[in-house]
């Protein structure tokens, strides 16, 4: 079978690195920042879009309040920028938020951030690509009409481009998010010359609907509500900015400089864009409606059904460069792309994050293997099929998954600065040197302010997000966290159980006997191969046991076996319904009952064929005999091989695969001993001519 796949693979992911090639895949800045933040720098394309479907309620009039919203969230996202900078020098080994909770926290508050940051990296996917699909619906009908289609296909395109390698990825990637990024300060900076300096009117595709507010007049109470909702819708914003954090590793050197570097980057550049959309939607007069059809009006009548509500990038790109123009189209296109790319920020961050927790204990081994590209194949195939199931089951709509967003990085944002706070207390307990400990006490303020203030938005964003589908999160964090839990109690029992003793014990004393029994089917080449090798084993008695499945074949294996003059007992089990492996799991069973101590050696021949189909054609007895063997106690396996000549001719395929060079490959000799060859070279001129 892996004979039957390696050419798909190899076509579809690449050649395997070796190891000590790991370092070749580590990211400059200018390619980390595509990799690790273009999920916060592409929620530009919808956060400011959910302030505006929230104010909306209240109607039109409550559109003022947008650029506090909006202010708030600048507010907030430098908070977290400058706490994670503090982050990423403290913690450089990968582990973000997980490691600072789970070294300064305990492991419980640890698993808490690692079961959200999970649930979040799974959302991430799942809403950027939605969203992503619905962007690019509004301008091609058919990604509207086969959304799930569209999406579920885009994560599998996704989870092929990062199975790649990281750095592979991450250069397929930064095109486009820089297209993206350059589009939106230009339709910033363009927007800002016509309406200041030209003084031109730029109005909206929607400027001249009118909104239906579903409660009019709210004040008090409600209207804070109304706020504190908008603003948790707008700190989507902020989702991803701690998978920096957690993949200080993948930096060049040094790490944790060019980590904090791309963080403050990706911050500037995010709150300026979604500052300058929110101000251009402003002035432009864009509207927009949790329900269009209902509550967008024109001439007094509803839009209905009909009706496709672009988001609020796309309007204000209509309205600053112009509907269709060459700009316009352009920053459409780039938007849906990075939209999509949104989600390799989760493709990162996810396997990372898996292969920390499964080296300690909490999630499969698996997750911690790296694949042949060097990255963590396990982890993303568990991310794409994850996010995958979420878009099915939420018919990949963006509006409806957002509301479970969010939710997951405020725990972790929470916990991880509350955890930093802790950490420079445990340092500043031991420092002398003045002028570090006032550095630190600089670092314990800011990540103080930051857990005060991340605390405070987790809060607000729970009340208002809760019946909203925010409790679909919640339930996410408690099942990974109940099954990591698991898998770290079935870990340490093992453990536990296999423990080498320090003194005696059952598993070093040496069994009193060893019965040998040689499983018989037929008299042939690998059964004498079998019978000889257990001769060579010496155990203290050795037969053959056979089944009686057909008496006549039964009969003419006892005449067979007598006329050769085997010197080994034949013992024969009767077998009325015809099976094969209880008799022999009894026969063993009672050999045990008899003799506690003495242990019993089971040997099988097997054939070794050179075909993936011709396994479905031999030893599946000798499959289900070991598999049911294996749980019982004091019995040992072994499996005496024939190669059947196809396997033969597969394995001489295989040596002149292996022997294959390229063209010229012979005359310029390999690669690793050019350099030496051309040295050699050059000395042995340079004497000729001395």
């Known amino acids: 079978m892996s004979k039957l796949t390696d050419l798909p693979k190899r076509i579809l992911i690449g050649r395997a690195l070796r190891s000590d090639r790991l370092g070749e895949t580590l990211l400059p800045k200018r390619i980390a920042l595509p990799v690790f933040a273009s999920d916060p720098l592409s929620s530009v394309a919808y956060a400011p879009g959910e302030v505006l479907l929230v104010l909306s309620i209240a109607g039109v009039s409550a559109y003022h309040f947008s650029p506090w919203i909006a202010l708030a969230v600048v507010v907030l996202m430098f908070t977290v920028v400058a706490s994670y900078r503090q982050n990423v020098h403290a913690y450089p080994s990968g582990g973000g938020d997980y490691e600072v909770a789970n070294t300064n926290l305990g492991p419980k508050a640890g698993l808490t951030v690692a079961s959200a940051l999970l649930v979040d990296y799974v959302l991430t996917v799942a809403v950027s690509i939605s969203s992503g699909v619905e962007n690019l619906g509004s301008a091609i009908p058919f990604f509207v009409e086969h959304k799930v289609l569209c999406a579920v296909g885009i994560i599998v395109l996704l989870t092929l481009m990062n199975l790649r390698g990281v750095k592979e990825s991450g250069k397929l990637f930064a095109i486009p998010t820089y297209v993206f990024v350059f589009g939106v300060f230009a339709m910033i ?280 589908g925010a409790w679909v999160a919640l339930l996410g964090m408690v099942i990974f966290y109940a099954t990591m839990t698991a898998i770290r109690r079935h870990y340490d029992r093992v453990a536990a159980e296999i423990a080498a003793p320090d003194g005696p014990s059952d598993d070093v004393v040496r069994p009193s006997r060893v019965h040998s029994v040689v499983l018989i089917s037929k008299i042939h080449r690998p059964t004498l191969r079998a019978l000889a090798y257990a001769k060579l084993m010496r155990s203290h008695t050795l037969e053959a046991l056979s089944v009686n499945v057909d008496p006549t074949e039964t009969k003419a294996l006892q005449e067979e076996w007598n006329r050769r003059g085997i010197d080994v007992p034949l013992k024969v089990l009767d077998s009325p319904y015809r099976e094969v492996t209880r008799p022999v799991i009894e026969y063993v069973k009672g050999l045990r009952k008899e003799s506690p101590r003495d242990a019993v050696s089971v040997i099988i021949p097997e054939y070794v064929v050179g075909h993936w189909y011709e396994h479905l054609l031999h030893n599946q007895s000798a499959l289900r005999l070991k598999g049911r063997l294996l749980f019982t106690p004091g019995v040992m396996v072994t499996s005496v091989p024939y190669q059947l000549e196809s396997s033969e001719v597969a394995k001489r395929r295989a040596r002149k695969r292996q022997e294959w060079n390229a063209p010229g490959s012979v005359r310029r000799g390999p690669a690793q001993d050019r350099s030496g060859t051309a040295a050699q070279e050059s000395q042995e001129s340079s004497a000729k001519h001395g």
């Not at 800002?192 to 009019?216: N, W, Y």
């Not at 920096?244 to 050197?253: C, M, T």
């Open 189 to 468: 900076a363009w927007g800002a010359f016509r309406g200041l300096v030209l003084d031109e009117t730029m109005r909206a595709p929607t400027a001249d609907l009118e909104i239906k507010p579903e409660h009019q007049g709210l004040a008090g109470f409600a209207l804070v509500f109304l706020l504190l909702r908008a603003f948790s819708s707008g700190c989507a914003a902020l989702t991803g900015v701690e998978a920096i954090s957690n993949g200080v590793p993948a930096f060049r050197k040094p790490k944790s400089k060019n980590a904090a570097t791309t963080l403050a980057a990706m911050g500037l550049l995010a709150v300026t864009m979604f500052c300058g959309i929110i101000g251009l939607a402003m002035a432009t007069d864009v509207r927009m409606a949790e329900n269009p059809a209902v509550d967008l009006v024109r001439d007094g009548t509803p839009v209905g059904d009909s009706y496709v509500q672009n988001p609020v990038i796309s309007q204000v790109a209509a309205a600053v460069f112009g509907d269709g123009t060459f700009f316009f189209v352009v920053l459409a296109a780039a938007t849906a792309l990075v939209l999509f790319l949104a989600a390799n920020t989760a493709y990162n961050g996810f396997p990372l994050l898996g292969s920390i927790l499964a080296q300690d204990r909490y999630l499969p081994r698996q997750l911690h293997t790296r694949g042949d590209r060097l990255a963590f194949s396990n982890g993303i195939v568990l991310l794409a099929g994850a996010a995958g199931l979420l878009v099915w089951i939420y018919g990949a709509d963006s509006t409806r998954l957002i509301q479970l967003y969010i939710v997951g990085v405020f725990v972790s944002f929470t916990l991880s600065q509350t955890g930093m706070v802790r950490h420079w207390n445990r340092h500043l307990r031991t420092e002398k040197d003045q002028a570090k400990r006032r550095h630190m006490v600089r670092s314990r303020a800011i990540n103080a302010f930051g857990a005060f203030f991340t605390g405070l938005v987790l809060i607000v964003v729970l009340s208002t997000k809760f019946t909203h």
